[in-house]
């Protein structure tokens, strides 16, 4: 039977969300922060140069560009062309050079080159808003945050964790259902999730961990076997030596 009512209330809503969240860190352990970087200012423009390109396209550019650029000031004195060379392969390549000598620019002269850890700061830098902001806090300095990318806005609207479309708002109605703790990791399993298999086009509906609480259970593949074709992660056709279907037990025909 469906266990998502017509009308759920918002101990119901959020007792829900906390259940998915759970199901969801079970079936992705070991999710994380997609981007390579191994200090604040790496992740803070990695960030920046993942706009409309692929984390695994970035995780190619980087090493090159922070090898030429390990500082903020070595990043804000850069040449342009040597730079937009390196950076060609993300795309926008023009914008993007201008974006990271205008943000490393601003570190330099605002933080002494250091990028600061506190969100108010994050987002008075050029080309920072709240969804960048909160990457770099949850991964690079172990701030709780929850970041509304893509992925993470369509999934929690599929979810019915919130209707809202304005990130800053989705940010916070869906931070009032989990606990602060856990906002950098909920990020991350949901940001999975919508890679590996909640897809948008055509989510793997039968090989979803938490379809019984979904009220879009039937928007995409239903079909056990069909599903688990269409899921597109590391340990398919199985996880953590497990099947990657649902637990036992009946799926509603349609969860509404």
Aim: proline share 9%.
């Amino acid at each position: 039977m469906p266990q998502v009512p017509a009308q759920e209330s918002p101990v119901a809503l959020t007792r829900r969300a906390r259940r998915m969240y759970r199901e969801l860190h079970a079936r992705y352990p070991y999710a994380h922060c997609e981007l390579d970087f191994q200090t604040p200012l790496q992740l803070l423009v990695a960030t920046v140069l993942s706009a409309q390109t692929t984390d695994v396209m970035v995780n190619t550019v980087t090493p090159r560009l922070f090898a030429a650029y390990p500082t903020a000031a070595d990043l804000a004195s850069a040449d342009r062309e040597a730079m937009e060379t390196i950076l060609k392969p993300t795309g926008f390549f023009r914008a993007k050079t201008s974006s990271v000598i205008n943000l490393s620019a601003a570190i330099v002269e605002r933080y002494h080159g250091e990028v600061p850890g506190r969100l108010k700061d994050l987002v008075t830098l050029p080309g920072v808003g709240r969804k960048t902001a909160n990457v770099v806090l949850g991964n690079a300095f172990g701030v709780p945050g929850i970041t509304v990318d893509t992925h993470f806005g369509r999934l929690v609207r599929r979810f019915g964790w919130t209707g809202e479309e304005d990130p800053v708002k989705v940010e916070a109605a869906v931070g009032a259902l989990i606990l602060r703790k856990d906002w950098t990791m909920l990020s991350h399993v949901v940001i999975f999730h919508g890679r590996r298999t909640c897809h948008a086009r055509r989510p793997a509906c039968g090989a979803c961990p938490v379809a019984r609480l979904c009220p879009a259970y039937g928007d995409g593949e239903t079909d056990p076997v069909k599903a688990a074709a269409l899921l597109r992660f590391e340990l398919s056709p199985t996880y953590a030596g497990k099947p990657v279907s649902p637990p036992p037990g009946p799926l509603p025909a349609r969860v509404r």
